[in-house]
């Protein structure tokens, strides 16, 4: 048996126990409530992320292991797709296996496989239309233009961002010689409209509820009007701790080395990597010069970067890499689950999204307990989310906001008291919610050190206020 794969089986456990016994953060409750609500669409991303937390649930139950299921069982299938994709471009050189181990070692890969994100069907599904588009230049059969169409069309149903797998892929077209071929094939078109139609519910229900999510992402796109390298700054630092130093160096190598293999010698293959990374990578860029990107946009890159990294740079440089990478995702999870280390929430995220929720909630319910309170309220989405997780069964959790108006929750009965939370990170500006009274605080804390704290405000549900609704509660 190849050694490689009990490898990946190996990966695969202990990417499974990790997301079994690490909290689940507020964008991830959030998600699970969208799950709950199953729609074509929904403000923040398209509906894929609900789709697969349904489907980990429905096998695993409303827990931290059944909201991630699917996560480390696709990044199997990442992996291989990215090392049949890396051979079959590259069958000479056959740099398969180390692309997928350069891949699986950086943090940000672990960390989609471990927290359920809208980026983790994203790219897995990114890596399967690699490797289908890997498939097509080098059997020449026109047939997989429907697999590439089909896997990108999924890939669009997860994020916006996977738009620039058909960027990529049309630069190819345009640019290298011997895939010009293909646009008198209607094949390729065939697999265009397959993508659109997989799309096509997302751009219906946006326009049934005045295109909200279009508008929401849209509005992220471009830059600034001025020059604010501190983005660009962060981009790169978050690259360096998310894809770690030596493989983002190797990544960088490898597809300038690719790109020059493909302008030397028009190596189809090479460019197809290249044209997957470039405009993409020039894209992020360009943004970083006056807005800010978030540090997990640019993991698109790294699948075709890493083909590129294992066939162009020195195999000791790759094994340096790669311990390095697993090394520092091993420390990651290690401080996220264990937290070995008493670090402020500042120097540790992981403390920040992922500290303190249960024995947070047992704080809440007995605050709410003591206040007589029917129900307990937030304004922040993820903050009420991890409360409808953790709250013990039937205490109605109520959220606050105009992102509620879409979903098809009940809003809660008018006049009834509860108790809302707001954090301090806020500030001190007006309330969503008419009529709170202080009534103390409540600290999210792990291992005594403070994660957040949160005030805790008397109300009573009014009518014909802000978008009301009780979240659904684990089954």
Known sequence: MNPWVPALLLLTAARLLAAALL??????????????????????????????????????????LGIRLLGPIGLVAASLAVAGAANALMPARRPGVWAALLMSAMPVTNAGAVLMTPDTPLFVFWCLALWAAA??????????????GALAGAALASKYTAALFGVGLVFWLLAEPTARRWWRDWRLYAGGALALALFMPVVTWNAAHGWASFAKQGG????????????????????????????????????????????????GGVGLLAALTLPAAALFLWQATGSRVQGNWPAILYPAACIAAAAFTAPRWQRIGAGIGFGMTVLALVQAGLAP??????????LARLGGWQEFAREVEAARVEAGAGFVAAEEYGLASELALHLPPGVPVVAI????????FEAPAPGR?????????????????P???????????????????????????????????VLPRPR
């Open 401 to 408: 906001g105009d992102r509620w108006a879409l979903f098809s």
């Open 435 to 469: 009529g709170a009274d202080p009534a103390g605080e409540v600290v999210r804390s792990r291992r005594g050190i403070v994660a957040e704290r949160y005030r805790l405000l008397r109300v009573e549900t009014p009518a014909g206020a802000e978008p009301m609704a």
């Open 417 to 433: 008291a509860g108790l809302m939370l707001r954090s301090l990170r806020r500030g001190e500006g007006p309330s969503l919610w």
């Open 220 to 267: 992220r796109t471009g830059s600034g009007d001025d020059l604010e390298l501190r983005f660009l700054g962060e981009l790169i630092a978050g690259q360096l701790g998310l894809a770690s130093p030596v493989l983002l160096v190797l990544c960088v190598v490898g597809t300038g080395a690719a790109t020059a293999a493909w302008l030397r010698r028009r190596d």
């Open 341 to 350: 280390l008493p670090l402020p929430r500042g120097t540790d995220p992981t």
């Open 135 to 148: 498939r097509l230049h080098a059997s020449g059969d026109g047939r997989w233009w429907l697999a590439v």
């Open 23 to 64: 909290p689940i953060s507020p964008d991830e409750a959030y998600y699970w409530t969208w799950a709950r609500d199953l729609q074509a669409g929904y403000l923040d991303h398209p509906p894929m992320v609900a789709l697969w937390i349904a489907a980990g649930t429905a096998l695993a139950g409303d827990h931290e």
